[in-house]
């Protein structure tokens, strides 16, 4: 389940932000990476402050253990999937409802529709997407969205 295997240390690296090019079109950001040599506990979780390997400063991690990774994978899969459900319910729900013609004075339903649909697949995308990259590290940034000058990423193979 989820995109990697859970080994006794965290597939993930915290990257430095060694360099951003600012272009007309787009931004280029160059990153360092770095291991984050903090073992697996065997239940729970550890939290412990390495130092950067560019710039020194104190980055503090939570890793989780294995049995702990997996739960969270299970919540991300569960609310991913329940999310896609909801958003294909509502959508049938809206098809169905899109070509009546609502009579004078009564509610529309379709405003409310189009929301629970936009919030499932929301949802659905958001679970899918932390179920994929789930690998029990929180640190500084996040795997999906690299903003800051300490982020988490997967390394490329």
């Known amino acids: 389940m989820g995109k990697r295997e859970l080994g006794p240390y965290p597939g993930l690296r915290y990257a430095h932000m060694v360099s951003k090019d600012v272009h007309s079109s787009h931004v280029v950001r160059r990153f360092a990476l770095h291991p984050i040599d903090i073992e697996r506990p065997e239940k729970g979780r550890r939290v412990e402050a390495r130092e950067c390997g560019s710039c020194q400063k104190p980055l503090k991690f939570k ?68 179920w994929w990259y789930e690998d029990g590290v929180r640190g500084p940034g996040s795997p999906l969205m690299s903003f800051g000058v300490h982020v988490l990423r997967w390394p490329r193979h």
């Open 63 to 130: 890793v989780l253990s294995v049995a702990a990774t997996r739960s969270r994978r299970w919540v991300w899969l569960v609310l991913g999937l329940a999310g896609v459900a909801a958003a294909l319910g509502f959508g049938v729900a809206l098809f169905e409802v899109g070509g009546q013609v609502v009579e004078e004075g009564a509610p529309n339903p379709v405003g409310p529709l189009v929301l629970g649909f936009l919030a499932g697949f929301l949802s659905g995308i958001v679970g899918l997407s932390y």
